[in-house]
């Protein structure tokens, strides 16, 4: 079947640097999307893998092994502003949405 | 920001009547989709378009019917609205196909329905 696994919450300090894991089963399976989408708000696109290994976007890293039906999306630095839920993707026969971790930055 | 704009923002309504959510884009894409998302459930795919007149289930549509008359426009109608389907709904859109690899998803900003 088509699932999404992620951890619900995470809570880091400004400045250090946070993972978010997840692991996915989706038929078909063709690449790997995080979004990141801040409270009431609509989900933005960050990254999207299709081959395995590590893509990096500034602050923001996204990685993925097909394999082992795995990704993190890792972020440094972290800012107030990067409070927000984060939701993996899995783009298959169907995109599958994760739940979303909802990181809190703390100064 | 791609130019989707949903309407109305919120809405609150009466369980059993009709209710209906408009997706405007700019973008000229072809696809176009509506999304609920739930605490709990995280986004799920009500229907989508992939061009006028054309489109498909997603797998939460029951209750629900669209409609495509124009590229930019895209229409979510609750043909009788119950509380179960108090939620916020999403609209977005693509160039490509989410079944032929994948492709970037614009949201709009969303529509906060409350049934009564």
């Known amino acids: 079947g088509q699932n999404i696994d992620q951890p619900t919450e995470m809570t880091a300090t400004e400045g250090a640097i946070v993972q978010i894991n997840c692991t996915y089963q989706t038929s078909g399976f063709n690449g790997l999307f995080w979004y990141q989408q801040h409270a009431g708000e609509a989900p933005t696109f960050l990254s999207y893998n299709v081959l395995d290994g590590l893509e990096e976007k500034g602050r923001f890293s996204s990685f993925l092994s097909r394999s082992k039906g795995y990704s993190y999306l890792l972020l440094k630095e972290l800012q107030m502003k990067d409070s927000a839920s984060y939701l993996c993707?899995?783009?298959?026969?169907?995109?599958?949405f994760g739940g979303g971790t909802r990181v809190l930055v703390k100064p | 920001d791609a130019g989707i704009t949903q309407s109305p923002r919120h809405k609150v309504t009466e369980t059993g009547t009709p209710v209906t959510l408009r997706c405007h884009q700019t973008e000229n894409h072809r696809y176009m989709y509506w999304y609920r998302q739930d605490p709990g459930h995280g986004l799920r795919l009500i229907h989508y378009s992939y061009g006028v007149k054309d489109t498909d289930k997603g797998e939460v549509s029951d209750g629900y019917s669209v409609s495509r008359s124009k590229t930019e426009d895209f229409l979510l109608t609750l043909e009788s609205a119950t509380s179960s389907q108090t939620s916020v709904y999403f609209c977005?859109?693509?160039?490509?196909?989410?079944?032929?690899?994948?492709?970037?998803?614009?949201f709009g900003a969303g529509t906060r329905l409350s049934v009564l």
């Open positions: 977005a859109i693509s160039e490509g196909n989410l079944e032929t690899g994948g492709d970037i998803q614009y």
């Open positions: 993707v899995a783009a298959g026969n169907k995109l599958t």
